[in-house]
């Protein structure tokens, strides 16, 4: 497996270039249906993070080494400066590299995440249901997803895990690499941001008005690092604002960009 990002490609080179990042447990394909919708205006790249999805894995990684992997992928990609999009965990990597590289990134947008710590017992029942799940006596998705009911009953979020299940000639087996993400949780789920850290650059937060994850207080917080930064309330969705409601959610980008940049 190589040690470059794996990521998928949408729209025209001569566009501008616009990177997706997506949350802990998901892909590249979490970006599909707005890489999409975007694709006429710019060029866009949805990757996958290390340890999910195609991307090669290691045995542990933090925020700030998700970020230098990004980085390195842009130099291979020869791409100087881009809009960075980022969900969740995503969203956190997206503002550590625009504070610590304001130059490489053009704009940034950040879905349902705030520059804050979260608490990493969020994610660990989680991932040790996945992690307990007996994969020698799964034979179908429907399997997994029986066995999984009891520890994660939210339907939903159980089928959003089981895209992360593959198969092969020996079985089932789990894509993203849990081991390691099981021991990074603590990192990953910190605030990647120190107190000076800054970005001036236009700045797009969009949150779901029914997830907790950036609430009225948290308001204070991303304006003291991105002071240039709207704020805008998807209404009736959840954490996964560029899910539940696609549409409204490329209407916000696209409505940013054109107000700031006029693409």
């Known amino acids: 497996m190589s040690d ?10 001569k566009n501008p270039t616009f990177i997706c990042l997506h949350g802990l447990l998901g892909s590249s394909r979490n970006w599909r249906s707005v890489a999409k919708a975007l694709g006429d205006k ?18 542990h990684s933090s925020i700030t080494s998700i970020s230098e992997d990004i980085l390195q992928w ?6 100087e400066n881009s809009i960075f999009c980022g969900h969740s965990l995503g ?18 947008i950040v879905v349902d995440i705030a520059p804050r710590n979260y608490p990493k017992d969020h994610h660990i029942p989680t991932l040790d249901a996945l992690l307990g799940l007996d994969l020698s006596s799964i034979r179908t998705r429907k399997d997994a997803d029986q066995e999984l009911e009891v520890r994660i009953p939210n339907w939903a979020f159980r089928q959003f895990l089981l895209t992360n ?14 081991l390691a993400l099981r021991s990074s949780i603590e990192d990953l789920s910190s605030n990647p941001l120190k107190e ?34 709207s704020i805008e309330t998807v209404e009736d969705v959840g954490h996964d604002v560029h899910v539940e409601n696609r549409p409204m ?15």
């Open 4 to 13: 470059l990002l794996y990521s998928e490609e949408f729209g025209k080179d």
């Open 42 to 59: 710019f060029h866009v790249f949805a990757l996958d993070l290390i340890n999910h999805g195609q991307s090669f894995h290691s045995d």
């Open 74 to 79: 842009m130099k291979e990609k020869e791409i």
């Open 91 to 108: 969203g956190k990597v997206a503002m550590k590299i625009a504070c610590d590289h304001p130059n490489q990134v053009n704009s940034l």
């Open 165 to 178: 299940l593959g198969f092969n000639e020996d079985g089932a087996f789990w894509i993203p690499n849990l």
């Open 196 to 229: 000076y850290d800054r970005f001036e650059n236009p700045s797009l937060f969009v949150r779901g008005g029914r997830s907790g994850y950036v609430r009225g207080e948290h308001f204070e917080e991303i304006l003291h690092h991105f002071p240039a930064a």
């Open 249 to 263: 959610f490329v209407q916000l980008v696209n409505s940013f960009l054109d107000k700031n940049f006029g693409s």
